[in-house]
């Protein structure tokens, strides 16, 4: 498909384009083999904190689990965008999933070999938060090696469709796999998983890009507070770094307490729990078609807007529910109003940033991101042990629709996330 065949799509957006990343073999192999690792990572991330929880019955270390998986990436993100900035993203990726792998079989061997330890789980989860700071900033910033940039928008959205395809199928996966196979099956199936992104990365053929020789470089902290002078000049991606924040502290930590709420608030069975989180990831499946073609032809400024809106007040309903099938309900919504915040804040970056930066600019972004979880889940968890589970995210989704009325109304900033490259800023680095 030509270029000029793209962007005629891009023109007339509808159901119809919806797929047109697709078209491009590189971007379907990636797609394919990240769909198969990710449902795989789900099946684990919903059962670390059902293995934690009932083992210490506290939900203050569900709190504890999250920032120490989510604390390492943030410490990592700097050396993470250089290493994308620096070398072949590809090869990175390789490397860094290959060691992932290597992580949850450590898992799987220490479950069934008895070493059911609190500081053994938690320390092989902090080392893979390690390793995921090194590769979140190339993960990203790889997909726009994949398509032109005129489809750009459709594969950052297709490509967090099979994010949240995964956050649907691994759940509900893992729900059965506990309640039928056991602990360590989970944590099997997980490090089986990273072959599929493994070989379609070894399928893929992408030129390397033009890097800064080594002595155009500076230290990686220099280069961060670069990013950051680069990034603060560009209100179109402040805008995004709030905006994520508030999802990361606000809007996502709700998901370690599903334990909580399946066990003691709605009374229902392992596999019950394993479709809390699916409905999340099946919400965004949902609302997948129309984001990525109806959606295209918004302003992306419109489409966090309503995102954002509908998404706070899908988690005040969840913790409110009185009944496990309005939470289902609620999550639905909450899922596709993640899927659009999530992918249009990561196009916006991705259409406002040099290419010489771009690992670095996102690698603040998710720096951003994965510093709000662990700090969100940790305060979460100690709020919902004091006033319980529900109260608790009542409170985060009105303090998450506090920033979106601060965003829309009193900063200014998000009209500026419908600039392009050449308008979103000019200040040096």
């Not at 002078?229 to 179109?236: C, L």
């Amino acid at each position: 498909m030509s270029a000029t065949s793209a962007r005629d799509a891009t023109r007339r957006p509808g159901l119809r384009e919806a797929l047109v990343a697709f078209r491009y073999r590189n971007f379907s192999l990636f797609w394919t083999g990240a769909l198969v690792s990710n449902t795989g990572t789900w099946v684990q991330n919903v059962t670390i904190p059902f293995v934690i929880f009932n083992m210490t019955g506290n939900q203050v270390w569900l709190g504890v689990s999250t920032f120490l998986q989510f604390g390492p990436i943030v410490v990592m993100g700097p050396i993470g965008g250089a290493l994308a900035d620096r070398y072949h993203r590809r090869t990175v990726l390789i490397v860094t999933q290959a060691a992932q792998a290597v992580v949850a079989l450590l898992l799987w061997a220490a479950w069934v070999s008895d070493h059911h330890s609190l500081a053994t789980i938690i320390g092989l989860v902090a080392l893979s938060g390690v390793i995921t700071g090194l590769n979140i900033p190339s993960w990203q910033a790889f997909v726009s090696e994949l398509v032109p940039r005129e489809v750009l928008l459709n594969a950052v959205t297709l490509n967090s469709t099979q994010f949240n395809a995964a956050r649907a199928f691994g759940p509900a996966v893992g729900g059965i796999v506990l309640a039928t196979l056991g602990v360590g099956w989970a944590f099997l199936i997980n490090a089986l998983s990273f072959a599929a992104v493994i070989l379609a990365l070894a399928l893929i053929a992408v030129p390397r890009l033009v890097k800064l020789r080594k002595g155009e470089r500076g230290g990686v902290l220099s280069e961060f507070a670069s990013s950051l002078r680069y990034s603060r000049a560009r209100p179109g991606i402040v805008a995004c770094f709030i905006a994520v924040c508030a999802l990361g502290g606000l809007g996502s930590p709700m998901v370690q307490l599903f334990p909580v709420f399946a066990q003691r608030v709605f009374g229902v069975t392992d596999i019950a729990y394993g479709f809390l989180g699916a409905a999340l990831g099946i919400g965004a499946v949902l609302a997948a078609p129309f984001i990525a073609g109806i959606g295209s032809g918004w302003r992306r400024s419109r489409l966090v807007e309503v995102a954002m809106l509908a998404y706070g007040i899908a988690i005040v309903a969840f913790g409110a529910a009185p009944t496990y099938a309005m939470a289902i309900l609620a999550l639905l919504v909450a899922g596709g109003g993640y899927l659009a915040i999530a992918s249009t804040l990561n196009t916006t970056i991705q259409l406002q940033v040099d290419e010489v930066m771009r690992g670095k600019v996102v690698a603040v972004y998710i720096m951003f991101l994965t510093a709000a979880l662990p700090i969100g889940g940790l305060l979460q968890g100690v709020l919902a042990q004091a006033v319980g589970p529900q109260v608790a995210v009542v409170v985060f989704g009105v303090a998450f629709l506090g920033v979106f009325a601060w965003l829309r109304l009193g900063s200014g900033l998000l009209p500026h996330m419908d600039d392009d490259l050449r308008d979103a800023g000019t200040t040096t680095v």
